[in-house]
């Protein structure tokens, strides 16, 4: 739990401070590969 709320805090913190197109690139990017990810596990 400590953890979590540590890694939280650093990832706001950093998501603030670089350019907001990294940012979205990078949730964008993540979330397709998380998403192919399960889509292979479920039906491949």
Known sequence: ?????TGGYVAANLSRQL???YVRR???LSSIAITCYFFYDTYL
């Open 1 to 5: 739990m400590l953890g979590t709320l």
């Open 19 to 21: 350019p907001q197109i």
């Open 26 to 28: 990078f949730v964008t």
